[in-house]
């Protein structure tokens, strides 16, 4: 296993020490918490670089990488759902669907032996998301705080329709291949 994709390994190693640290809602917790949130989205890059950098992209690494982040953010989602009362349980059910239909589509890609590598929009899609975890997570009770965690929100929805939208349109091909 390569350096990237062993960094890949490690983000899916921070998420369950992420969950239980923010769910223990203690005012220590949300630092602990942002930091290991921040170390899974710098991994994210580092792996990605070093991959493109030193030409290690493999098929794992397509896979797995944007499973790792999706599964970070999906589970943030979940969480701010549970722990914080001004994030919408709508917004977290539109960015997890899409997750799941991407998931799908990729599935039966790898089943017809074609691995589909992230796009423009779903990247990002992904930082923005990760922007709004990040926000999320701090919590600061200003309220231009508070209307940034709002932009984000937004954003964050809008951008993954704009993100499926273009992932359906890029690969009809294979959809309408596979509804054969």
């Known amino acids: 296993m390569n350096l990237p994709n062993k960094i890949t390994v490690f983000r899916f190693i921070l998420i369950p020490f992420f969950t239980v640290i923010f769910l223990m809602n203690e005012p220590w917790c949300n630092v602990t918490a942002l930091v290991?949130?921040?170390?899974?989205?710098?991994?994210?890059?580092?792996?990605?670089?070093?991959?493109?950098?030193?030409h290690l992209i493999t098929d794992f690494g397509k896979l797995m990488d944007p499973l790792a982040d999706k599964l970070l953010v999906c589970i943030a989602l979940i969480c701010f759902v549970q722990v914080r009362d001004n994030f919408p349980c709508w917004c977290a059910i539109v960015i997890i669907s899409r997750?799941?239909?991407?998931?799908g589509f990729r599935q039966l890609a790898a089943e017809k032996g074609t691995i589909i590598s992230a796009g423009y929009w779903g990247k990002t899609k992904t930082v923005v998301q990760m922007f709004l975890c990040i926000f999320y997570i701090w919590d600061l009770p200003y309220d231009w705080f508070r209307i940034t965690e709002s932009v984000l929100m937004y954003t964050a929805t809008v951008l993954t329709l704009i993100s499926l939208l273009d992932y359906i349109i890029r690969n009809r091909n294979i959809i309408k291949n596979a509804s054969k």
Request: negative net charge.
């Open 36 to 54: 290991i949130f921040c170390v899974a989205c710098a991994s994210d890059f580092f792996d990605g670089y070093i991959a493109r950098k030193d």
């Open 99 to 103: 997750e799941f239909i991407i998931s």
